[in-house]
């Protein structure tokens, strides 16, 4: 027998050498056109970032050594350039000598792989742009760096081979930005998921461009300038183009051989073309995906070796073994960070028809008391009613790898999210907790499953009715670090006590840091005659990531201010260390690393530092918020493979050194019900509003007169509520003057010169505020003192104690009792 194979690397060498262990007898040939019959894609990027020093140790075998060890003929620098079925031949050139010659075969494979994407656009053959595909592209790209030194790159394409390179690009010293055409990197993430990976990048000084492609490139006197859609020019030094890949099927479309609707080359089961003799695998072939059932194109190493393995015993002893399909599991190392996925995302489960929940948990990568546990985030999605697992990814510094394989294999063997709460791992402190990440996964799905819980996802957030009240259950030291805009912070140990302050008519979304004390809060609330509440999953971490644009590096610079004369928060230069204080908060989950720098900071005297280290990822901003308040002294901030760094040091005033922030929004505290007063509050709130300036109205006590309705639907008070009713003024055309009311006549004359002068009225002034967006706030606290109904008071108001007139204050640089 004779068996041909036209292209090397992962599956055609793979077939090769099971062939050869499969059938000592038969005359094997494999035809690479490269110089190289089998080598380690993958390990690329790390050669040119010297993380792999060795270029000999890409090479898993030469071709000497694999016609010594195989018996097999390997011809390199020889491309097959036709096939012809009805005779079994092939027709080869050499490309060394120019010579075409043909081969007969009993059985072709086919194993082209993929050819990266190029598209059309001007200036893409220049000479300083690079694709990566193999040696000798590895070759030219390391040849450039050592010989020009560039220092600037650019990546096009956020996908794994983009990034892996943006990294080692960055690790050679170059400076790095990566373009990519969609709103985010690592396609088989969801954006969520996504969002960790752009925060980190942006912690090591990689730029990032996102929702903007390329429109042309043009060469200038110092390099390469990229023009993007938005009309953004960039210039650099270098370009490496990793948009993606597509089937490289010229040869199979050519010979008349079936091509699947995404344009791979159609396979059976057995990984059988259209035609009986020939077989196909790799990047080039369309396989099934297991989860969807439709066909994909999986271009990954560990498939293909599979498939390899799969075709040469069906060669051999006919079609007897089955290649299922694949759910594309697959990992990639950035920087610190360990990125995976496996299965379906929302973005395909979507495409395909096919219902799921999703749900959010943050756990650490072991028990949180044995140290250096860093913190592991997961997602799942999976089947509304059975549970089945249709997805998982997993994002964090340490102990990926193991979760996602086990998430894995409960997706391939068509196992559900109770699998997942069974698993049984291997436990000890230093590798795992007793509840093990994957199993948390696993509870909080059943939790959503068996109606124990109802969540709302993080893009909800913004669809809320105005109505909608979300209610912030952390501690106030975590609230006063950052919130939801709009939420009110009650702590879930309060709640209980705090009840009456909730309204049971309206829709309520708890959330807490990661969603753990939510669903905690969420089970008191329903049991407590709460009906319309859900739990935020994966709580303000999720949020945050998925809302809040990366923008860690203003806080590691010192810049000065804009040109605008706006200024950026810095971080001033590091001081002498003094006395210092260490404080190890690594394995405690948000709020403990504030608690800790809380605690601690307060027992140090003035002018001693202390240096703190935390594994919760969010600890990096908070310690930057926490001295923003505080009017501590940050000396330095810096993430070491997940590790959160902070230089502090305890200044003698409050307010000195204190941080500049850019919060320049208006808060206003309105109290009197008095018309010139209700008047001037909404003057100079739309004065504010109109500048571009966030506006918070908080009315309290006899404020609530001025924003109550003029029609108001009938509601049960108790006597003092109405009591309050009759004495105080219904709405706010019932308002009378400070001074010079005269029994009403006043407020008369007032509106009537307001009126001929055409200046808006109280009212008028009310809706502009409206328009402009500034927020309206009622003290829930003084409503019901009063007996004030949320049904009296106007539609767009919203509610909220103390702590959301606060938060707003905090943010604010003009503050006004009126």
């Excluded at 060498?13 to 099971?18: G, L």
């Excluded at 995976?340 to 219902?355: D, F």
């Excluded at 009225?761 to 109904?789: F, H, P, R, W, Y």
Aim: glycine residues 10%.
């Amino acid at each position: 027998m004779k068996y041909l194979i036209i292209g090397g690397v992962a599956g055609g060498a793979t077939v090769a050498a099971r062939l050869r262990r499969m059938d000592e007898q038969a005359e094997i040939i494999l035809f690479e056109r490269g110089a190289y019959v089998s080598y380690a894609n993958c390990g690329l990027p790390y050669y040119i970032g010297d993380t792999i020093t060795q270029r000999d140790n890409l090479f898993v075998q030469t071709a000497q050594g694999f016609t010594a060890r195989f018996n097999i003929d390997i011809r390199t620098k020889q491309e097959v350039v036709a096939i012809q079925p009805q005779g079994k031949t092939v027709l080869v050139k050499n490309l060394v000598t120019n010579e075409t010659y043909s081969e007969v075969y009993d059985k072709l494979v086919l194993s082209p792989g993929a050819e990266p994407i190029r598209p059309r656009v001007d200036g893409i053959s220049g000479n300083r742009i690079f694709t990566l595909r193999n040696v000798p592209d590895t070759d030219t790209i390391k040849g450039y760096i050592n010989t020009i030194k560039p220092k600037r790159a650019l990546v096009i394409g956020g996908g794994f081979i983009g990034l892996e390179m943006a990294e080692n690009l960055h690790e050679l010293g170059i400076e790095v930005g990566v373009i990519e055409m969609a709103n985010q990197v690592m396609a088989p993430l969801d954006y969520s998921m996504a969002a960790i990976v752009h925060h980190h990048m942006v912690e090591n000084n990689v730029s990032l461009y996102l929702g903007d492609g390329v429109a042309s490139f043009k060469e200038t006197e110092n390099g390469v300038a990229v023009v993007l859609a938005s009309g953004k020019e960039l210039e650099t030094d270098m370009v490496i183009l990793s948009i993606g890949v597509r089937p490289e099927t010229l040869l199979a479309k050519e010979a008349g051989l079936a091509l699947g609707k995404l344009g791979g080359i159609e396979v059976n089961e057995y990984m059988q073309t259209s035609d009986p003799d020939i077989y196909a695998l790799g990047d080039a072939v369309e396989v099934t995906h297991l989860v969807t059932g439709s066909k994909a194109l999986i271009p990954l190493a560990g498939p293909a070796n599979k498939q390899g393995r799969i075709v040469a015993d069906n060669i051999v002893y006919g079609n007897k073994k089955v290649y299922e399909g694949s759910i594309g599991t697959s990992i990639a190392k950035i920087f610190h960070l360990t990125v995976a996925a496996a299965g379906a995302n929302s973005k395909l489960l979507a495409k395909e028809g096919i219902p799921y929940h999703e749900s959010f948990t943050h756990s650490g990568s072991h028990a949180g008391y044995y140290p250096g546990a860093l913190s592991l985030s997961i997602k799942i999605l999976f089947a509304p009613k059975t549970g089945k697992l249709l997805g998982a990814q997993v994002v964090g510094f340490d102990g990926v790898d193991k979760r996602i394989e086990m998430l894995a294999q409960v997706i391939r063997n068509n196992g559900t999210v109770y699998d997942l709460m069974e698993l049984e791992h291997a436990y000890a402190p230093p590798y795992s907790s007793a509840k093990d990440p994957v199993n948390m996964a696993g509870f909080v799905a059943e939790n959503i499953l068996t109606g124990k819980v109802k969540t709302a996802q993080w893009r909800d957030i913004e669809g809320l009715s105005k109505e909608a009240l979300i209610v912030d259950v952390r501690t106030r030291e975590e609230f006063a670090l950052g919130s939801i805009p709009g939420s009110v912070n009650i702590p879930v140990d309060e709640l209980r006590s705090r009840l009456p302050e909730l309204p049971l008519d309206k829709d309520i979304v708890v959330t807490c840091a990661v969603g753990l004390r939510g669903y905690v809060a969420y089970r008191i609330l329903v049991q407590n005659g709460y009906e319309r509440v859900r739990n935020l999953s994966g709580g303000y971490k999720t949020w945050s990531l998925a809302r809040i644009e990366p923008n860690i590096n203003q806080h590691i610079t010192s810049k000065p201010a804009n040109e605008d004369g706006t200024e950026e928060v810095v971080i001033p230069a590091l001081k002498e260390i003094k006395e210092l204080k260490m404080i190890d908060a690594c394995g405690l989950q948000c709020p403990g690393p504030v608690m800790q720098l809380k605690k601690n900071y307060g027992e140090i005297g003035l002018g001693e530092q202390l240096h703190i280290t935390a594994t919760d990822p969010g600890f990096a901003k908070d310690v930057v918020a926490w001295c923003k308040i505080t009017g501590a002294y940050l000396l330095s901030v810096e993430n070491k493979a997940g590790v959160i760094h902070a230089m502090i040091e305890k200044t003698e005033s409050q307010n000195q050194n204190k941080m500049i922030s850019n919060g320049d929004n208006k808060t206003f505290i309105v109290f009197s019900d008095d018309l010139d007063k209700a008047l001037a509050s909404f003057v100079i709130a739309n004065g504010a509003a109109s500048t571009g300036k966030k506006v918070s109205m908080f009315f309290t006590f006899w404020g609530l007169n001025v924003i109550k309705k003029r029609e108001k639907p009938s509601v049960a008070k108790d006597i003092f509520g109405k009591m309050f009713g009759m004495m105080l003024p219904s709405h706010s055309g019932k308002l009378k003057l400070s001074k010079l009311n005269m029994g009403g006549a006043g407020s008369w004359m007032m509106r009537l010169i307001m009126k001929n002068k055409k200046i808006s009225s109280l009212e008028e002034l009310m809706q502009q505020a409206v328009d402009n967006g500034v927020e309206m706030i009622a003290c829930t606290m003084s409503m019901d003192v009063m007996g004030v109904k949320e049904e009296e008071l106007l539609d767009n108001v919203v509610y909220g104690g103390v702590a959301s007139y606060l938060e707003r204050a905090e943010e604010s640089n003009v503050n006004l009792f009126i």
